[in-house]
């Protein structure tokens, strides 16, 4: 029966200690929702500066608030397919080097999506370009083995096959850019996980 009380203030013991550390967990979960909230407040111009909202709150809760704040930051840093969610990504970036505090290596990091983010437009042009270029000149060449005269100007956003060869030219694209920048933002997130200010 000794044997047993002992077994059991042994797994009663453990149970405390897990549910102790679970406390904190809680808490931290707590501070990172507090700091996408704090960027959220950034993205939507009613908090100016990251840096200082950060600094404010208590030394202890820094790093998971500042983890929060870098979350959702980086899910605003997107491909920009218009011009709005090219705004937003600049505005995520400028968040992201204000947290950094002036440190060499996300400044470098956020230099690197924001050539990404650049290239990808202009690779994006290139490929949709060449598609074109592609289509038009096969269609053109159609024609004139037709010889049909008083044709209108060949488009080849009208041929039948553009549509799925430049969806399929764009998905792979867009993997390739977003598996660069998705790199990147991991790096910047361990940054902020780590950091003690």
Do not use: W
């Amino acid at each position: 029966m000794a044997e047993i009380k002992s077994t059991m203030d042994m797994v009663l013991e453990r149970a405390a200690k897990m549910a102790a550390a679970a406390a904190p967990a809680a808490e931290n979960e707590d501070l990172i929702k507090t700091g996408m909230r704090f960027a959220a407040d950034y993205l939507n111009k009613k908090e100016e500066d990251l840096a200082q909202l950060l600094s404010a709150q208590s030394p202890e809760d820094q790093v998971s608030i500042r983890k929060g704040m870098a979350q959702t930051l980086l899910r605003n840093i997107v491909l920009p397919r218009d011009e709005q969610l090219q705004a937003s990504g600049k505005d995520a970036l400028q968040g992201i080097l204000s947290l950094g505090g002036g440190s060499a290596e996300i400044q470098s990091i956020c230099q690197e999506l924001t050539q990404i983010l650049e290239q990808y437009g202009q690779h994006k042009d290139q490929t949709t370009q060449q598609l074109d270029d592609a289509i038009k000149a096969q269609l053109e060449q159609q024609q004139s083995a037709q010889v049909q005269e008083g044709q209108a100007p060949v488009n080849p956003a009208m041929h039948p096959q553009y549509r799925e060869e430049l969806s399929k030219m764009l998905t792979s694209l867009n993997n390739q850019y977003n598996d660069a920048m998705e790199q990147r933002k991991q790096m910047i997130l361990e940054r902020f996980s780590t950091a003690t200010r």
